[in-house]
């Protein structure tokens, strides 16, 4: 829903926009029965059989459970950044590095997933400026070495975005130097945030077993530590991030599911 194009989901050579292949995942649940509320669930109790869920103060209980609220990217928090998402400003290089090619680009981050995205970025890209806050990295040195021998990539150590630049689409960033306070304008056509994701795992803390970094821990396709509870997509999954990805492990999820419903006669 916060893409433009989608152009790596099979079956869409053209492309799509990314609430309209939302809008025809919908229709087609819809067409077998499925009914949707389009609501935020507030608080879910799965200590006991039937699990219960609320949406507000309206509860529901249910045989069984499957998460998929998947995961937030971590933004900069400035407004011109939430201005010109899906136009310049991206946290997804594989999603969206297609757009750039022969621009000059920017990235933010500093960790391993930063330096493979950055990396990726310049098949596309004619110049990527990685933006970091401090004069060294989190990533492994592998990952160092190998984006510091890419003539492609320059650095600006000791920076942060102070604002991005233009009115619809990016334009450039504004980055201030953390240790004088002076800044630069750096013109860019894109932006790329990869600071890391936070799994939308809160409302099951305590509940369901979490991996280290906070997403779901799943066993055996989709089950996960609580019988009766499966999770699937972007909510257990820190190594792909992908919709195609996404979509299969939802399948899984759903195959699990009605698998362990009929297993127990339920």
């Not at 529901?60 to 400003?89: N, R, W």
Request: hydrophobic residues 35%; contains cysteine.
């Amino acid at each position: 829903m916060l893409t433009t194009e989608v152009e790596n989901f099979p079956g869409f050579p053209e492309g799509i926009m990314g609430p309209d292949l939302m809008q025809n995942f919908r229709k087609q649940a819809e067409r077998f029965g499925t009914r949707i509320e389009t609501r935020d669930v507030t608080k879910v109790d799965l200590s006991s059989h039937p699990f219960r869920v609320w949406v507000d103060d309206q509860e529901y209980e249910t045989k069984s459970v499957i998460v998929a609220t998947g995961a937030t990217a971590k933004m900069l928090g400035l407004p011109s950044e939430q201005a010109l998402i899906g136009k310049g400003v991206s946290t997804c290089a594989t999603c969206d590095g297609a757009f750039f090619r022969e621009q000059e680009i920017c990235l933010v981050g500093g960790g391993d997933s930063a330096l493979e995205e950055a990396i990726f970025l310049t098949r596309f890209a004619s110049k990527v400026t990685l933006i970091h806050r401090r004069d060294e990295l989190r990533a492994s040195k592998v990952m160092q070495d190998k984006a510091k021998s890419n003539p492609k990539i320059h650095w600006q150590w000791n920076s942060v975005v102070d604002e991005v630049l233009g009115e619809t689409v990016v334009e450039g960033v504004r980055v201030k130097d953390v240790k004088n306070g002076e800044t630069t304008n750096i013109p860019c056509t894109g932006l790329f945030i990869a600071i890391g994701h936070t799994p939308n795992t809160k409302m099951f803390e305590g509940q369901l077993e979490l991996e280290d970094n906070g997403y779901l821990k799943t066993y055996e396709g989709s089950k996960t530590s609580k019988e009766g509870v499966f999770a699937c997509g972007d909510v257990q999954d820190f190594t792909y991030r992908q919709a195609i990805t996404a979509a299969g492990s939802g399948c899984m999820a759903a195959l699990d599911c009605e698998r362990w419903l009929e297993h127990k006669g339920l």
